[in-house]
């Protein structure tokens, strides 16, 4: 068995499983444990770039794929209708409108996708403002008698 394990691996010209798990533990016995530390990045322009990046390369690669599936879901939607539409079966009407059902749920969710981009875009942006923040309404939630203490308590002050 051993002879037929050298011969593939010198066929494929590989390093054997046991003498690759040897060297790796004899380097790893040399070197500090860094896998398990977490180190903290002092950059948060860079990050906050580098999130912004990411989440318009994921945005559009979900978009260009949502627009894909919505293009080919039309062409299969105008094919299947004009079979339906010939063969008068029940069960090409069934396919037909689950179909149209798959095609407005993409649509759908290419809504709530961008939705959620936006929502995300406008959390960092807020989290990088300097702490000013406009309030338009207050809502207090108690009752008249403790809002008046707290009316009080700031006038005392």
């Known amino acids: 068995m051993a002879d037929y394990n050298d ?11 046991s003498v690759l798990s040897e060297t790796t533990e004899s380097t790893q016995q040399n070197q500090p444990d860094t896998d398990n530390q977490i180190i903290p990045s002092n950059n948060t322009s860079l990050d906050k770039e580098v999130f912004e990046y990411d989440l318009k390369t994921e945005y559009d690669e979900v978009k260009k794929n949502y627009s894909t599936i919505i293009k080919h879901g039309l062409d299969a939607i105008r094919e299947i209708s004009d079979v339906a539409y010939q063969s008068q079966e029940p069960r090409a009407y069934e ?63």
């Open 95 to 157: 396919v037909l409108g689950q179909l149209i059902k798959s095609v407005t749920d993409t649509n759908e969710k290419r809504i709530m996708l961008q939705k959620q981009i936006r929502d995300m875009t406008k959390n960092t942006n807020e989290s990088q403002s300097n702490g000013n923040t406009n309030i338009d309404k207050a809502i207090f939630i108690g009752s008249a008698a403790d809002l008046n203490k707290l009316l009080k308590g700031k006038d005392l002050e």
């Open 7 to 17: 011969k593939l691996n010198e066929i494929f010209d590989i390093v054997p499983v």
